[in-house]
């Protein structure tokens, strides 16, 4: 799989969430640059119930998380989302490099996209929910931790990869419709509206 966003514009089935709530204002006064708590909160909630409804505790699981670099960034060791996985220096973890995806931003040859694989674990090791509040916060690091780069969560038992790639949506795709169906049913009224009639053909 090509891991490269959009997720969802990639792969013939997928789905496509609205995370930030629309009706819920980012800002309590943009003026005082006072964030509205009450959408972050919201944002957090609908990640959470799709990652729970794709990830059961027990699924074996891997995490690859990636940046892009001038040749000179690198991911380390001490990097947020190692601390958010349990007994993480026993789990399988490779770093690589890549230059296949987002061909067009590397204008120089030491450019590429830094990567890092961790595998051997379950859904129960990860601590999903500060990773996904970490996601959220993205542009907003005043509200506390931050994951800037691209994290995709891979389900190797359904066969299903999250992407959650900001505070404003989440992309689900799998190699199967019925591994969607109950994300499709059970989240139908979070669906991202601009990509609905592209999904319903799909599902329905």
Known sequence: MKFERPLFYNSSIGLRFE???EKI?????YEHKLLN???FDEALARAIKVFDLAFNSNDRISVIYQISSDGRRKIRKGNFLFKQIANVKS???EYSDHREIYTD????KSYCWRRVCISGIQTKDLDARTLLEAMINT???????????ECFFINHDKDITLNLYDDRGMDVVAG???ALMPLYEKCNDII???DRERIDRIFK
């Not at 204002?25 to 006064?29: D, E, M, R």
């Not at 931003?105 to 120089?108: A, K, S």
């Not at 542009?139 to 780069?149: A, T």
């Open 19 to 21: 995370i930030g709530p």
């Open 25 to 29: 204002s980012l800002w309590k006064s």
């Open 192 to 194: 991202l509206d601009y």
């Open 105 to 108: 931003t590397l204008d120089f």
């Open 91 to 93: 789990r399988v973890i």
């Open 139 to 149: 542009d907003f690091s005043v509200r506390g931790p931050s994951l800037r780069g």
């Open 176 to 178: 199967e419709k019925d």
């Open 37 to 39: 708590e009450n959408y």
